[in-house]
């Protein structure tokens, strides 16, 4: 399973926190103020939730705002500090998502996918946020079905920067004996692509 499940699904765990302690929305409570994000149960922003859950698996705060970042927009920060998937087929649970919205106000809004459902050529995303509307929750909707998470979506990130072992330069090395001495020959690391 390597590093990188480990954390998604940590993250993934303190998402479904949030939404069970019944996190509140507080606009004031923004992550790139907070290292830490907000804990499940207290009050904080769309960013600061998603931030929490990507700081509890081990990761920097990805809101901290970036020479490139908005200072005024956590959801920015994320997008600019954090690698956007661009192949629908790589997308996972423990991955943030960003979205737009129209009509006035502020126009940004991010969460944490909880669930990827794949089914007969269709994607279907479980995500988690939290909202000025409810508070933290979950959400359903699938790629292309028109509905208004799905024409909100903005893109997907993933966000785990710390290596797996064969990418650590660490290894593994096999023992082979025969008739004639023992060799310790390395197997060769697989390079992981970014997705």
Excluded: K
């Excluded at 907070?34 to 809101?63: H, K, L």
């Excluded at 956590?74 to 996972?92: F, S």
């Excluded at 126009?107 to 409810?134: M, P």
Aim: aromatic share 8%; net charge negative; hydrophobic share 30%.
């Amino acid at each position: 399973m390597g590093l990188d499940s480990a954390q998604l699904a940590t993250a993934v765990n303190q998402m479904q926190a949030h939404i069970d302690q019944g996190s509140t929305y507080e606009w004031e409570h923004s992550a790139y103020l907070d290292p830490n994000g907000t804990e499940p149960g207290t009050g904080g922003n769309c960013s600061s939730t998603a931030s929490n859950c990507v700081v509890t698996a081990g990761e920097n705060n990805p809101s901290e705002a970036p020479a490139s970042g908005d200072q005024g927009s956590g959801v920015l920060n994320i997008e600019a500090n954090t690698n956007a998937i661009t192949n629908n087929d790589y997308i996972e649970a423990g991955n943030l998502i960003t979205f737009r919205v129209g009509g006035g106000g502020y126009q940004y809004h991010t969460g944490l996918v909880l669930g990827v459902e794949r089914q007969d050529g269709t994607t279907t995303i479980t995500f988690g946020h939290n909202s000025s509307t409810a508070g933290a929750a979950s959400e359903t909707f699938t790629i292309g079905d028109g509905s208004t998470w799905d024409n909100r979506t903005h893109g997907f990130y993933w966000w785990d920067n710390t290596p797996n072992l064969v990418n650590a330069g660490i290894q593994p090395s096999t023992t082979i004996v025969g008739s004639g001495p023992t060799y310790i020959q390395p197997i060769p690391a697989t390079t992981l692509t970014p997705r």
